[in-house]
């Protein structure tokens, strides 16, 4: 065992090799949104202090904020009791975690039994991904 990468171990892994991530605004509590990661991508977070995840429709490390500049700067790193959902606690550089350019990726609320869109697309996201 590596004493450097012990951390890593503690981790109940999925059968894919992921672990649920749960990434919540430092300075407010609120929840930007959630994503996977492996254990290259949470290595990566940890050593670059950024939020990097793993994308499972693109089947690749997914730096965030790589294409739109909308970084999430690691503040501080959390695992729950059962060792198997993380909790990223980020700073949201831009303003917006969601590739729909709201400020976060839980903008539809259930109402009278249909979901409505309740929060402002911030940036039109054509004007944001190449």
């Known amino acids: ?13 999925d059968k894919q090799g992921l672990v ?11 929840v930007l949104m959630f994503a996977w990661m492996n254990r290259e991508a949470l290595q990566l ?9 793993w994308s499972r429709s693109r ?22 009791c059962d060792n198997d959902v993380i909790l990223l606690k980020v700073e949201q550089l831009g303003g917006i975690a969601c590739h729909t350019g709201r400020h976060h990726c839980f903008f539809q ?12 697309v911030k940036k039109d996201p054509q004007t944001i991904y190449r």
């Open 109 to 120: 609320q259930l109402q009278d039994n249909q979901w409505v869109t309740v929060e402002p």
């Open 20 to 30: 649920p991530v749960i990434t919540q605004e430092a300075s407010t509590g609120q």
């Open 45 to 53: 977070t940890v050593t670059e202090k950024r939020a990097v995840y």
């Open 59 to 80: 089947n690749k490390l997914w730096f965030k904020g790589e294409e739109s500049g909308h970084v999430q700067q690691l503040k501080d790193i959390r695992l729950d």
């Open 1 to 13: 065992m590596n004493v450097l990468t012990d951390w890593l171990e503690q981790i109940a892994w």
